[in-house]
């Protein structure tokens, strides 16, 4: 029954791909843009096609003077710290709420509504975070905002609320304890539920720059985003500490293959994140 | 999730409990209530104990006196209100959420329909996982991307205009064409993105309904438009209201990795968030930052209410809470 004419077929074709190169040339552009030299860059501007083709935009990138090895290593911790300790505790949240056993779990359901639809802001949050010390280390970047998100801890309750009553309480008459129950019974069920909020967590972790901006001035602590955020000022000290080695710094090529490594490990688990988020995104907002 | 939240909380024990009542259930099920402890304690850090500090807004604030400053009243909020900001950054604030909204809600449907329409798998598959790259990519790699585009005398529009014989716009200094811009960027970053969740909305319709039409005689356009459509709108439509609450606050991220800290296009990119900012830590006001964060607070809270009781209302399964 699904029968329709070529030429309307074409012309949707036509449109998709029209849109997705739409979505994907200015990416493009970059990543050949960090291969440039220098002067292609300053002759021919940003082309999807340089006419000079160099490499020495990444090896400036892990010379030693370069601090983005530094920033890379500051952000990975940052991200596997924070995504675990945030899954932990969305997970267990998003248990306890989704027991039908647990008395108070309308109340605590208000309790974290009402931060979701108030907030007092930027101040009070940055006042709060010196008060507990989050400045200029790394657990500034990794507690602040992004360590509890009460929207996927809802994400795990509605999952949750999908599992039969009956494995709990065939647990319990087991002898297993709660605690035992939601690790051993219910854990490896929520597998699908947790790879969607340990990939919603880590992008927020590897995309962050706002924490920086706010609560980090060393440079010693500053992550991969923030780094390429002021990357103006690591251009110029590399350059300072080079002079003499190479007459023209590469700057635009630096900045672009520096934007390009940033996004390396996104491109990496690239496939798992779109089956993963789809899925998530889709629980989450239809069904929500 | 509607009704745990806000709708059942009236009627249900939890709210019969007395104190006697709610010690004697936490001891009962201590151990699941050790399990939510340390999301408790967080949302308490940064939900709760931040409140007090709003009192700033009505302060001269000092570092040293902290929250004990000088109490001034409605100062702050005068001289907010007083200055043109107030008026720019809500414009800004309101015109372009409201644009980025409508924008991209329109545009998504509208792919999420051809998509739909695609029989060739692959090329199906390839290109959402194209268009879905971008919402993976941080506004800060964004921002240089862009500056690749659009750079006086390197970026790549700008050659595409010289080769076409006009003359190099200077982008980054002419605020009239910014809200094109971000609008742009945005439809960039999230129509594959929103798409998909359409797209999946779409396919989730009961498939006898299209061989139902097609016996009757409806052609594919008639049935997009009368069975498809107004199956999607509903669920679009409500995910949307959804983003129509958070209409008073930007999206910090976004703004402050694009535009940083260029004046020249401040009148028409410079939003309650990025401005929060300034005052804060590059003028050094926090009571200020403070009282037009209050105000922001206030106006989002009452419009993030409003369109989730609408939402509750009109389609409670959707309602974020």
Known sequence: MRRRTTVSQAVIAAVVFALAVFCLAPMLMVLMTSFATERAITINGYTLWPSEWSGEAYRRMFNSVSRVPKAYWVTIRATLAGTFIAVVISYCAGYTLACPQCGLRNGLALYFYITMIFSAGLVPWYMVNRALGLTDNIWALIVPSLMFSPFNMYLVRNFLRGVPDSLRESGLIDGAGETRIAFMIYLPLAAPVLATITLFYAIAYWNNYFNAVMLVNNADYYPLQMLLFNIQSELSMISNMMTGVSLTPPKESFKMATSIITIGPIILVYPFLQRYFIKGMVVGAVKG | ?321
């Open chain 2, 1 to 321: 999730m509607a009704e745990a939240a806000v709708g059942a909380v009236g009627k249900q024990r939890a709210h019969r409990l007395g104190p006697r009542g709610v010690i004697r259930e936490l001891a009962r099920n201590r151990a699941l209530y050790l399990l939510v402890l340390p999301a408790v304690l967080y949302t308490f850090v940064y939900g709760y104990i931040t409140l007090p500090y709003m009192a700033i807004a009505f302060e001269k604030f000092n570092f040293r006196t902290g929250i004990l400053s000088q109490w001034v009243g409605l100062k702050n909020f005068q001289y907010f209100f007083k200055s043109t900001w107030a008026a720019t950054v809500t414009r800004n604030t309101l015109i372009l959420n409201f644009l980025f909204i409508v924008i991209v809600y329109v545009s998504s449907i509208v792919l999420a329909l051809l998509l739909n329409e695609v029989r060739a798998k692959r090329f199906l598959k390839v290109s959402q996982t194209v268009m879905l790259f971008p919402y993976f990519i941080s506004w800060v790699v964004v921002s240089y991307m862009l500056q690749g585009l659009l750079n006086t005398s390197t970026g790549l529009l700008n050659r595409i205009i010289a080769g076409l014989g006009g003359e190099a716009v200077s982008f980054y200094s002419t605020p009239g064409y910014w809200y094109v811009i971000l609008i742009l960027l945005r439809v960039w970053k999230y129509i594959g993105w929103t798409s998909v969740i359409y797209l999946s909305v779409i396919t989730g319709i009961d498939g006898s309904l299209f061989e139902a039409a097609y016996i009757d005689g409806a052609g594919r356009l008639q049935s997009v438009l009368y069975i498809t459509l107004p199956l999607l709108l509903p669920t679009a439509s409500i995910l949307t209201l959804m983003e129509v609450g958070r209409i008073f606050y930007g999206d910090f991220s976004m703004f402050y990795a694009i535009i940083r800290d260029n004046g020249s296009l401040m009148p028409v990119a410079e939003v309650i968030d990025t401005y929060v900012y300034r005052t804060f830590k590059l003028t050094g006001n926090p009571s200020l930052s403070m009282a037009v964060g209050m105000y922001q607070s206030l106006v989002g809270f009452a419009l993030v209410f409003g369109s989730n009781a609408l939402v509750n209302k009109l389609y409670p399964e959707g309602a974020l809470f």
